[in-house]
């Protein structure tokens, strides 16, 4: 059977064989899907635990139900490694209050622990597993020397608990550096928030969620942060109209060389949310210049990086466009157009650069690298809903005055309606 004349040595080296196959499989997967080399797993060393207990629970299963009907093997099977992968899922959790895999995005999933399609993927493997790939290393494993075999399982198990300690350190400073991310913000230069970031490279490659939970947090507490400030500077703009004049003085002074381009000016004959592009785009400037200069950020960079944000020449509506393809989606986009045009006619920085390309995160995957960034890309969703707010409005008096206009036509519209009636 199974489990016949296997010794706790040949377990312990069936365990390390299967979490490196384990490592391969997932670093084959991640480096492609990623397009990076990725080191992937919770441990630094080149071994991924789960696998190996998957693998040393499917053995005992095996040993248990090996007379069992096929499908129902592959029933169970099915229910005790969705329970594993829910429960390991679940324990992580709760001890680092991380989540190092989710699926919420997939169907059928159950609190993006586990999904019908990856439950199924595993269950179809255990199966290949059992019948194909444990017997022959099982094999091999009892042909080795006894004597290395009984050394390599003394080793091991301090190998894994060193890197395992070293791992957990590794997360818990993890979720130090984030909080103080998120606490200190504001208070950091982009240097410093960007060796941040690097630190943290390894575990959110491995683990790319985990730039979600990263960008999620910290948009949620820019955003908490930026709206207390966007009311109050617009209302002191609104209450001082004459409070304005030296901030748009100086406002026309930083843009001078965008805003009366010839090329630029072609974006007033683009209609975008309820306006101009050219519109838009200003006062996204305007307001990214105020909220940056309030919060001592580089209000200079944030304005003219908002000015060309969306400096693309064509109306998103309409699919006959050269700039935009048939198969392109303008919301990925047009940020990529409009660097391009943006870098054709002006000299941009590095801070202008990031404005313009990631101002549509986080539809865009990678986060912006600047505080200005942040601020121009809640600017732009700020204005473009207050926009599309307006229009709302707009749409639905026109809708209700075009309804009592068909209910009760003008008077001499009746009468002239009813004049056959009377001859």
């Known amino acids: 059977m199974i489990l016949d004349n296997v010794t706790m040595p040949q377990l312990l080296v069936l365990f390390a064989i299967y ?93 993006g622990r586990v999904c019908l399609l990856f439950s199924a993927f595993w269950t179809v493997m255990a199966l290949i597993f059992v019948m194909v790939i444990h017997p022959p290393v099982l094999r091999y494993v009892q042909s080795l020397e006894k ?43 982009n240097t410093e928030i960007e060796k941040i970031f690097h630190s943290l490279r390894r575990l959110r490659t491995a683990f790319p ?31 001082n109209i004459e409070g304005r004049k030296p901030f748009e003085n100086e406002f026309y002074e930083i843009i001078g060389d965008i805003y009366e381009h010839e090329e630029f000016l072609k974006l007033k004959n683009h209609y975008h949310h309820n306006s101009s592009i050219y519109e838009h785009v200003m006062d996204v400037a305007y307001f990214s210049y105020r909220t940056s200069k309030f919060l001592k950020l580089d209000y200079q960079s944030a304005a003219r990086g908002a000015l060309l944000h969306d400096f693309f020449l064509y109306d998103w509506r309409n ?84 309804k009592k206009t068909k209910a009760h036509p003008p008077r001499k519209a009746r009468k002239k309606r009813h004049e056959p009636a009377h001859e």
């Open 19 to 111: 979490s490196f196959l384990g490592w391969i499989i997932e670093v084959v997967y991640r480096s492609i899907t990623q397009r990076q080399i990725i080191n992937a797993g919770f441990l630094y060393g080149p071994l991924i635990p789960i696998y190996g207990f998957g693998a040393i629970f499917i053995i005992f299963l095996e040993f248990l139900i090996h007379a069992w009907p096929l499908p129902v093997k592959f029933a169970v099977y099915g229910v005790l490694l969705t329970a594993l992968e829910y429960g390991t899922g679940f324990l992580f959790e709760k001890i680092f209050k991380l989540k190092l895999w989710d699926y919420s995005k997939n169907k059928f999933n159950f609190h």
């Open 209 to 239: 969620h985990l730039s979600q939970y990263i960008d999620s947090s910290i948009d949620r507490e820019i955003k908490g942060k930026i709206n207390m400030f966007l009311k109050s500077i617009m209302s002191r703009i609104r209450q």
């Open 147 to 189: 004597s290395f075999v009984n050394m390599f399982s003394a080793v091991l198990p301090a190998y894994v608990l060193t890197d395992l300690v070293f791992s957990v350190i590794s997360i818990t400073e993890f979720r130090r550096k984030i909080a103080y991310l998120y606490a200190e913000y504001f208070n950091l230069s």
């Open 319 to 402: 699919r006959d466009v050269s700039d935009l393809p048939e198969d392109k989606f303008h919301g990925i986009e047009h940020p990529k157009i409009a660097l391009k045009n943006a870098t054709t006619h002006f000299t941009l920085n590095a801070i202008e650069k990031d404005i313009v390309i990631k101002h549509m995160w986080p539809l865009t995957l990678v986060p912006p690298r600047f505080k200005e960034s942040f601020v121009v890309s809640f600017a732009d969703k700020y204005l473009a809903s207050k926009e599309y707010a307006t229009k709302l409005k707009r749409d639905k008096v026109v809708g209700r005055v075009r």
